[in-house]
């Protein structure tokens, strides 16, 4: 389907005056119409107080094939729904949403969003994240002198990985991985293009993954201790790079001495920090007794993990260990617990208190459903998007043989063709928002999910879905091992070893091809702020622009065989493009001809970027 000529708005800058505007402040917004089929008339519809209000769209410029019209958005509200409505000359009428056009009348949750709330740091918004798993990262020398816990079932870095949750090993396997470990590889991130470091937990815990920790007050020996943690902090940032912390404010583990304290003595303050029955058992996260549940609705537990400088937010903020945000695990299920809802509490003292002890920090919500409700814009800036990009882009490009087993529903996804996967994406960054999207995080897998290599099976295809990760709203994050190739059917089977001592099992081709993605990203405003304006979709083939006033850019994904694509060049804005990057050999510019660009057909899958001109 051709989609250049459709009616068009985002959040970006060639569309919205202020991304952070003040309150009663009115932001021009704009929207892109084509002159073969211009609509009659353009009304701008916000709510006031949620109130219904509509303002009339002035047309503006028209050049290029191109009619541009204008309104002023009054920012009423914190959180400022608005759509708009097409009048055509027939008396049709459609809505512009941010979940698409339509001609039906839809309910506002779809709507494009602005927010009065400042917007996540442009590191955290133009950075590419790398997240370590520590166990299985690195070792560094020192990690041979230390004696294996009791609780631990050693293992060889060469060894298989236990991961079936029937075997008793899988969180028990310890592998030995530390942080200088990981502070002397480094230069490997460097050469990926990293910018930012985010680890999994770092406080003791009796299990090799340590959401399970025992406390929140110094990171566990066995990776080295505070000293190691604040080895890596400083070398880090003596990059010029950023470091992210992994809290879990949802649960504790049953060995934690805050745990330990309320089930010892029923009269502890400590017992009404956990949700205890009359029967004395507990409430835990999806009935794991090993992770207690917190309870967020005592203001005592919210001081000593959320309020202020000393609580476990706040203190890691601090010189050695200098953090410069949080991952939140279980972001969804934090503070809430039946008729008990104060996650959003929760979410804007821990924004509230990171804002104090630092000056741009980052927090980041685990949610791997539907995050709309919980990213409202003084929370967490964005999510970690399976829903909003993973499953959809894996719905795409998964083989339909992969051994890969499901994430968060009980069969694999479903293999969709082009054009269901952009109608997913587009219902997804209307429910979220642009400064939402813009702000979460873009995941190919996880250390809580398959590997992308095994759900797609082709390194072609895989280097394909690197390509969407990089270019499409969002962050990318690297899941430590995907850009050598690392497979995993499972979560717990992702999390294998780094094989450093096995160079020549590296998928050096699709290493190449996320650094050269990084470095796209990084030298190119428009791949990190434009916006998003789809082009084409087909079962094979996706296409779409990152528009910015320094520069835009066509992106053309295929999962396999393609035909070629010929986009109109009243749409697109241009005649010519330059070739910046494909994943395979064989690109070329294009040259427009007879009023179209021709992207060539393809006979296996690749993914290509070309600078518009």
Do not use: C
Request: glycine share 10%; no cysteine.
């Amino acid at each position: 389907m051709g989609l250049l000529h459709d009616p068009h708005h985002d959040g970006s800058p060639l569309y919205v005056s202020d991304e952070a505007p003040r309150l009663d402040q009115a932001v021009t917004v704009r929207v892109r119409t084509s002159v073969e089929q211009p609509p009659e008339a353009v009304w701008l519809r916000t709510t006031h107080d949620a109130e219904p209000v509509f303002h009339a769209a002035r047309p503006g410029a028209s050049a290029d094939g191109v009619l541009w019209w204008e309104a002023d958005l009054p920012v009423h509200n914190p959180r400022t729904h608005y759509r708009f409505l097409l009048v055509g000359a027939d008396g049709s009428q459609r809505w512009l949403t941010g979940a698409g056009l339509v001609d039906t009348d839809p309910p506002d949750a779809g709507d494009f969003v602005l927010t009065v709330h400042p917007p996540a740091p442009d590191w955290g918004r133009d950075g590419v994240v790398y997240q370590v798993f520590p166990d299985r990262f690195a070792r560094s020398a020192a990690a041979a002198d230390r004696p294996t816990p009791a609780w631990a079932v050693p293992a060889a870095w060469g060894d298989e990985v236990a991961f079936e949750p029937t075997d008793p090993r899988t969180p028990l396997q310890l592998f030995g991985g530390d942080l200088d470990g990981l502070t002397e590889h480094l230069d490997h991130l460097e050469a990926l293009g990293v910018d930012v470091v985010y680890t999994t937990p770092v406080f003791p815990g009796e299990s090799n993954h340590r959401y399970n920790a025992t406390t929140f007050d110094h990171v566990d020996d066995l990776l080295g201790g505070d000293e190691a943690y604040a080895r890596l902090s400083q070398a880090v940032h003596a990059r010029g790079w950023r470091i992210l912390g992994d809290l879990t404010t949802n649960h504790t583990g049953d060995t934690h001495e805050w745990f330990t304290d309320a089930v010892a003595d029923p009269d502890s303050p400590r017992r009404s920090w956990y949700h205890f029955r009359p029967d004395g058992t507990y409430e835990s996260w999806m009935g794991h007794h090993t992770l207690p549940k917190v309870n967020h609705g005592d203001p005592d537990l919210r001081a000593a993990m959320l309020e202020g400088p000393d609580s476990v937010v706040g203190r890691w903020f601090h010189p050695p260990f200098s953090v410069d945000g949080w991952r939140i695990d279980v972001a969804n299920m934090t503070g809430r617990l039946g008729a008990l809802d104060v996650a959003h509490e929760v979410a804007r003292t821990v924004r509230r208190t990171a804002a104090d002890l630092h000056a741009e920090p980052l927090v980041i919500g685990e949610h791997n459903h539907d995050a709309s409700a919980d990213v409202d814009g003084d929370g967490w800036h964005g999510t970690m998007n399976y829903s909003g990009f993973s499953w959809p882009l894996w719905s795409w490009l998964r083989h339909e043989e992969s051994p890969a087993r499901a994430f968060g529903r009980p069969v694999p996804v479903a293999r969709r063709g082009g054009a269901q996967v952009v109608a997913t994406w587009r219902a997804w960054m209307g429910a979220y928002g642009w400064k939402a999207t813009t702000a979460s995080w873009n995941i190919l897998g996880s250390h809580d999910s398959a590997r992308i290599r095994t759900v797609v099976g082709d390194p072609a295809v895989h280097r394909v879905a690197a390509g969407l990760q990089f270019t499409l709203p969002g962050v990318p994050l690297v899941f430590a091992g995907d850009e050598i190739g690392l497979e995993g059917v499972t979560g717990e089977d992702a999390r294998r070893p780094m094989p450093w001592d096995a160079p020549e099992s590296w998928d050096r081709t699709t290493f190449d091809t996320y650094a050269a993605l990084a470095a796209l990203r990084h030298g190119h405003v428009g791949m990190r702020r434009g916006g998003l304006r789809w082009a084409h979709a087909d079962e094979d083939t996706v296409a779409f622009l990152r528009e910015h006033p320094e520069g835009s850019y066509l992106v053309v994904a295929r999962r396999g065989p393609a035909e070629a694509v010929a986009l109109p060049v009243d749409g697109l804005g241009a005649t010519r493009a330059r070739h910046l990057l494909g994943s395979e050999p064989g690109s070329v510019d294009l040259v427009a001809a007879a009023g179209v660009l021709v992207v060539p057909a393809t006979a296996s899958p690749r993914f290509d970027v070309w600078r518009l001109a």
